[in-house]
């Protein structure tokens, strides 16, 4: 019960943080794509999505970074200085390395696969380098975010990431002031803001995290153990990027600019919804690497069992509406529905509630710190991506192909996944289905089920039809979802929050 109210406390700070994050930024993509175009707005997404690519260099240090510094504070708090020190070491290699790869694979890159219209290569090009320096400065803030999260430090990660979002809105709303280049504007723009991002955790770090200092040495078996993990790590990031934006390249490839734009409010729309079930897991995370650490293997079973659960619980309730009403939405949201958009959403959240299935299993096996041979396999299925849709393409002219072939592959990855983690903390494939699975899968159908019985007999608009099918399938997932204790529990949180906030 205390891990539980520690997980729902940070949650709350976390999706305190989603909700305002998601209306701004629901917001601001509607005037960013009133602003820039279609054409310019689909060219911003698919230049930097290559910069974009090169997070797969960032994200396997990131995970490292995360994953040694949970593990330390669960076991040796003391050594964290030597974690902490390496890894700034680490970051500051990776700076170099991305600045070479994208003066030279990224160039080439843009100049021969990106398919752009001959007035706006110039423009693209200064895009695609203030991304550069965006993703630098991104990367200076990794190891600062990833001590916060350690410390658990949810409260302040939240108010960060508000202010962020916030003075996105600032300066999206100031475009209108400018009127030429306003894809160029909003690239810098974007990059102050960054800039400004990383100063924040910089500054926390230092006042309120002192007794974490850097020390000048080199520890070449940290480093070793640092570098071997994520190297492998950098395979199943590759993958994942691989994945995602290879498709994003290959629409632009076979269909044009204008797809991307399609593509890009699909997958803001996505990850708006996913940022729920993510930030249940930043809550979650740093809790099991501690018990991993401290050989904890009953209670963190608990966590990831429930952490797998709530997080597809929260899919539900929330995509399951927007896949009924995805057209009326992005109508209301853009005042307009560019070409496949809503196929594309459609596809997207389908692949995210399979995909919030696997968060918890994914952190247990980052948290055994064995990750080379789950990183060939999942990091294998993920990158088939590309030649079978390459393929399938080449014969069959549909946009939808890409994230159709990822939803089945995102299929095989979970049960990987969940083979790797059977391996390793003997968490059996019944348990998992059972506790999980089985009783999400019940819980989605009552979902669909009301939606669909509450709109076949009740015929109201949409701004009362849309909330109401959000009361709908909440109410099937508390239901069928979560257990009794699980009901009494959520039923006592409301005097529970009220007495936390007066004591």
Do not use: H
């Not at 057209?327 to 560019?338: A, N, T």
Request: aromatic share 14%.
């Amino acid at each position: 019960m205390r891990d539980n109210v520690a997980l729902i406390k940070n949650s709350i700070y976390l999706i305190t943080k989603l909700i305002v994050t998601l209306i701004v930024s629901l917001y601001c993509s509607r005037l960013i794509l009133q602003e820039l175009g279609v054409v310019d707005y689909g060219i911003y997404n698919v230049v930097g999505g290559i910069v974009t690519m090169l997070t797969f260099v960032t994200g396997s240090m990131a995970q490292a970074t995360q994953r040694f510094f949970s593990f330390d504070l669960g076991k040796d708090a003391k050594s964290i200085n030597k974690v902490y020190s390496t890894s700034i070491n680490i970051y500051m290699l990776i700076i170099f390395v991305v600045l070479i790869i994208s003066q030279t694979i990224g160039l080439w890159a843009f100049e021969n696969v990106i398919v752009l219209p001959e007035e706006r290569i110039e423009s693209a090009y200064w895009v695609y380098q203030i991304s550069v320096l965006t993703f630098v400065f991104a990367i200076i803030s990794l190891p600062f975010n990833a001590l916060m999260l350690a410390y658990e430090r949810m409260k302040v990660y939240s108010i960060f990431g508000m202010v962020s979002i916030v003075l996105k809105l600032i300066m999206v709303l100031s475009l209108s002031l400018f009127q030429y280049e306003k894809i160029i504007v909003y690239s810098f723009l974007i990059l102050v803001l960054n800039l400004v991002m990383t100063m924040m955790p910089i500054f926390y770090k230092v006042t309120k995290i002192p007794e974490v200092k850097y020390e000048r040495y080199f520890d070449k078996g940290l480093s070793k153990r640092i570098l071997s993990y994520s190297g492998w790590n950098l395979f199943g990031s590759l993958s994942a990027v691989g994945m995602n934006q290879g498709g994003n390249i290959l629409l632009n490839t076979f269909f044009g600019p204008s797809i991307n734009a399609s593509r890009a409010i699909a997958m803001q729309v996505n990850s708006a919804i996913v940022g729920f079930t993510s930030n249940i897991n930043t809550a979650i995370n740093p809790q099991i690497v501690k018990r991993y650490s401290s050989e904890d293997y009953t209670r963190m079973k608990t966590l990831i069992l429930n952490g797998a659960r709530y997080s597809t619980l929260v899919m539900i309730v929330i995509g399951t509406p927007i896949l009924f009403f995805t057209e009326q939405l992005i109508l209301f949201w853009l005042g307009s529905v560019p070409d496949y958009t809503v196929m594309f959403t459609k596809l997207v959240i389908i692949d995210s509630i399979i995909c919030s299935l696997s968060g918890t299993l994914i952190t247990t096996i980052q948290a055994t710190g064995k990750i080379r041979n789950y990183q060939i396999v999942v990091g294998g299925i993920l990158l088939c991506n590309i030649p079978i849709s390459y393929y399938l393409l080449s014969n069959d002219n549909n946009p939808s192909i890409p994230l159709v072939v990822m939803i089945f592959l995102s299929i095989l990855a979970m049960n990987a996944r969940l083979y790797f983690a059977r391996k390793f903390i003997s968490l059996s494939y019944r348990e998992f289905y059972l506790k999980v699975i089985y009783r999400s899968a019940i819980a989605l159908i009552f979902s669909f089920g009301s939606i669909y019985l509450a709109l076949y007999y009740v015929n109201v608009n949409f701004l009362i039809s849309f909330p109401l099918s959000f009361v709908f399938s909440a109410i099937s997932v508390v239901i069928f979802g979560l257990d009794k204790q699980e009901k009494i529990f959520l039923a006592s949180l409301a005097p529970f929050l009220k007495l936390n906030k007066l004591n």
